[in-house]
């Protein structure tokens, strides 16, 4: 099992940045790719990025790549997604999951519960 964190999430101002963070338990992180989702009001679950378990591939979706940027420090067990020049249509609660393979669809194995970001215009 792993037990997966998010935060950082909050309220921020069009043309912000915020760093969210998913700390790891239970399991050694560097054996899971680790990926971020989003989930808007009244839309379905999107993926937004993978980190592979070593931190040296990394995958963005088409509309997420420029102002999305994953990054982890294994040691702390820790997977990082840093976005800048936020949007209103950014707003969305924002999850982590990790899973064995490095994928970019929604199968993964363990999820976190969510942190909420609102970016007000």
């Known amino acids: 099992q792993v037990q997966l964190i998010e935060s950082g999430g909050g309220l921020v101002q069009a043309g912000g940045s915020l760093r969210l963070s998913c700390a790891a338990s239970?399991?050694?992180?560097?054996?899971?790719?680790m990926g971020w989702f989003r989930q808007a009001p009244g839309k379905e679950r999107e993926f937004v990025a993978v980190?592979?378990?070593?931190?040296?591939?990394?995958y963005y979706a088409d509309s997420m790549k420029g102002r999305f940027t994953c990054s982890r420090d294994n040691a702390k067990n820790t997977v990082y997604l840093q976005i800048s020049s936020l949007k209103p249509e950014d707003t969305a609660v924002y999850y982590c999951?990790?899973?064995?393979?490095?994928?970019?669809?929604?199968?993964?194995?363990?999820w976190g519960q969510g942190t909420q970001v609102t970016v007000s215009s």
């Open positions: 239970g399991r050694t992180l560097s054996r899971y790719a």
């Open positions: 980190i592979s378990g070593g931190g040296g591939n990394t």
């Open positions: 999951a990790a899973d064995t393979r490095y994928r970019a669809d929604l199968n993964y194995e363990f």
